[in-house]
């Protein structure tokens, strides 16, 4: 399974981005995705993530300003960042568990650099 990310950059504090996350490959069913953070010398965190079933958890930070959905149809995720803080500031990683064959796997994205600054 391959996940491709896009839609970071850059933004100046109460603006908008939209990240998506599009997971390619054969034989899996999506159990759960979600966007981690990490930004410079701080250790990764859980940013938001969502079930098939559509049940989201969300980090306390961002509640309130960011939302995130899938389109199972697409295998695709997205988060609709608003109200972005200079604290939001890092490299968002797109995440996915998976159920195959074989049992459950864990799949990381490429990470997209979101930087928000005057």
């Known amino acids: 399974v391959q996940l491709q990310a896009s839609g970071g950059g850059s933004v100046q504090p109460g603006g908008s981005l939209r990240l998506s996350c599009a997971a390619s490959?054969?034989?899996?069913?999506?159990?759960?995705m979600g966007w981690y953070r990490q930004a410079p010398g701080k250790q990764r965190e859980l940013v938001a993530r969502?079930?098939?079933?559509?049940?989201?958890d969300y980090a306390t930070s961002v509640k309130g300003r960011f939302t995130i959905s899938v389109n199972n149809a697409k295998n695709t995720a997205y988060l609709q960042m608003n109200s972005l803080k200079p604290e939001d500031t890092a490299v968002y990683y797109c995440?996915?568990?998976?159920?195959?064959?074989?049992?459950?796997?864990?799949?990381w994205g490429q990470g997209t650099q979101v930087t928000v600054s005057s």
């Open positions: 995440n996915t568990r998976v159920r195959r064959t074989m049992g459950e796997y864990e799949y």
């Open positions: 490959g054969s034989a899996f069913s999506i159990i759960v």
């Open positions: 969502i079930t098939s079933a559509g049940s989201t």
